[in-house]
């Protein structure tokens, strides 16, 4: 699990990092992948909500904690970097609320907020409604697969929704889904049998690596099924990847949120801006890599200190779990 954390994470930054000569949009299935782990994370990590036992008061809370206060860190800074570029209000505020907001320009920006990662954010959020909603009525989570899989064939039947919160109605919510259903199979031992499960993942590797995969789908209902069976042949080697699993990968894992919340508009688009005014844009492969390496090493490091010095005091203030651990105690200095 800490794996496939760590290699979302590390993959949506090379996606975005991309260049038309330099395509590394097989980072797009991360987000498929992202959402999978949702589910999956959701039921493993507290065994309340597998047993339908924790108060929804209790489950809000520690998602809000989770999530918010470092989102709407980072939002308000973009608020204050924008502040001269007449943003409307409705559309900060849906930002900062999670809500799809309707703008003008190009369909692929219409539902962005602000803080441009937070897209996937707003079908986090949606999800843990509908997982409290089944805390509060006392059913099963995988009662949602009536809700989410219709909710998401109206939005395959209707691609370009007439009011944005209808841009919620997406396979994405199938995903969660999946997480959930992998999450009660990993529970009852119900796994692929190790050769299976490494035939199936060079498969999917294999075909993710393809052109048709590459290109044609990025972004598409048909990425689920392969990250699917991504996330499945992994969690099938848990047991012995969590044995040999090094410790950087753990930390990766540990610090992917900020690291997401970062990477793009705080690291590559300034980056990316500045080698363009000096004109420096990389032009081989060779300047490329090291470009990339460069938004690597920034991004990383900067999620790091994040990591120490915000999101542990915050976590560790409220109780709340991270990485399926608890955080670590708060800094003496970071308490001052």
Same mark, same amino acid.
């Not at 330099?22 to 992202?34: E, K, M, N, T, Y």
């Not at 999450?183 to 052109?211: D, E, H, W």
């Not at 392969?226 to 044995?243: D, G, H, M, N, Y």
């Given at each position: 699990?800490?794996?496939?954390?760590?290699?979302?994470?590390?993959?949506?930054?090379?996606?975005?990092?991309?260049?038309?000569?330099?395509?590394?949009?097989?980072?797009?299935?991360?987000?498929?992948?992202?959402?999978?782990?949702?589910?999956?994370?959701?039921?493993?990590a507290?065994?309340?909500?597998?047993?339908?036992?924790?108060?929804?008061?209790t489950?809000?809370?520690?998602?809000?904690?989770?999530?918010?206060?470092?989102?709407?860190?980072?939002?308000?800074?973009?608020?204050?970097?924008?502040?001269?570029?007449?943003?409307?209000?409705?559309?900060?505020?849906?930002?900062?609320?999670?809500?799809?907001?309707?703008?003008?320009?190009?369909?692929?920006?219409?539902?962005?907020?602000?803080l441009?990662?937070?897209?996937?954010?707003?079908?986090?959020?949606?999800?843990?409604?509908?997982?409290?909603?089944?805390?509060?009525?006392?059913?099963?989570p995988?009662?949602?697969?009536?809700?989410?899989?219709?909710?998401?064939?109206?939005? %395959?039947?209707?691609?370009?929704? /007439?009011?944005?919160? &209808?841009s919620l *109605?997406?396979?994405? +919510?199938v995903?969660?889904? @999946?997480?959930?259903?992998?999450?009660?199979?990993?529970?009852?031992?119900?796994?692929?049998?190790?050769?299976?499960?490494?035939?199936?993942?060079?498969?999917?590797?294999?075909?993710?690596?393809?052109?048709?995969?590459?290109?044609?789908?990025?972004?598409?209902?048909?990425?689920?099924?392969?990250?699917?069976l991504?996330?499945?042949?992994?969690?099938?080697f848990?047991?012995?990847?969590?044995?040999?699993?090094?410790?950087?990968?753990?930390?990766?894992?540990d610090?992917?949120?900020?690291?997401?919340l970062?990477?793009?508009?705080?690291?590559?688009?300034?980056?990316?801006?500045? %080698?363009?005014?000096?004109?420096? /844009?990389?032009?081989? &492969?060779a300047? *490329?890599?090291?470009? +990339?390496?460069?938004?690597? @090493?920034?991004?990383?490091t900067?999620?790091?200190?994040?990591?120490?010095?915000?999101?542990?005091?915050?976590?560790?203030?409220?109780?709340?779990?991270?990485?399926?651990?608890k955080?670590?105690p708060?800094?003496?200095?970071?308490?001052?």
């Amino acid at each position: 699990m800490q794996l496939l954390r760590a290699f979302a994470a590390l993959a949506i930054v090379a996606s975005h990092a991309s260049t038309p000569e330099h395509d590394l949009s097989l980072g797009a299935i991360r987000v498929d992948v992202f959402f999978i782990l949702s589910g999956f994370v959701m039921i493993m990590a507290n065994r309340r909500i597998y047993e339908n036992t924790i108060p929804v008061y209790t489950f809000l809370r520690r998602r809000f904690i989770r999530i918010v206060p470092l989102y709407w860190l980072f939002l308000t800074v973009l608020v204050i970097a924008y502040r001269h570029k007449h943003i409307p209000a409705g559309y900060i505020l849906s930002s900062y609320f999670f809500i799809p907001y309707r703008g003008d320009g190009p369909t692929a920006i219409h539902y962005l907020p602000l803080l441009i990662v937070g897209w996937t954010l707003s079908f986090e959020v949606f999800f843990y409604l509908g997982l409290a909603l089944c805390i509060w009525l006392r059913k099963s989570p995988l009662w949602l697969a009536i809700p989410f899989c219709l909710l998401a064939l109206y939005g %395959l039947h209707n691609p370009e929704p /007439t009011h944005a919160i &209808l841009s919620l *109605f997406n396979y994405h +919510l199938v995903e969660f889904l @999946a997480g959930i259903v992998f999450a009660y199979l990993y529970r009852r031992g119900i796994l692929f049998p190790q050769s299976v499960a490494a035939f199936t993942l060079i498969g999917t590797l294999v075909l993710l690596y393809s052109k048709r995969y590459r290109h044609e789908f990025t972004n598409s209902p048909d990425l689920m099924p392969l990250a699917a069976l991504l996330v499945l042949s992994v969690l099938s080697f848990e047991p012995q990847i969590r044995k040999y699993t090094p410790r950087v990968i753990e930390q990766l894992a540990d610090i992917s949120y900020p690291l997401y919340l970062i990477h793009q508009q705080f690291v590559i688009f300034p980056l990316q801006g500045f %080698l363009k005014r000096l004109h420096r /844009t990389p032009t081989t &492969l060779a300047g *490329f890599l090291f470009e +990339l390496f460069i938004i690597y @090493a920034i991004s990383i490091t900067a999620a790091i200190l994040i990591h120490r010095w915000i999101e542990i005091p915050i976590l560790a203030r409220f109780g709340v779990r991270i990485g399926g651990h608890k955080p670590s105690p708060v800094p003496v200095a970071a308490t001052a």
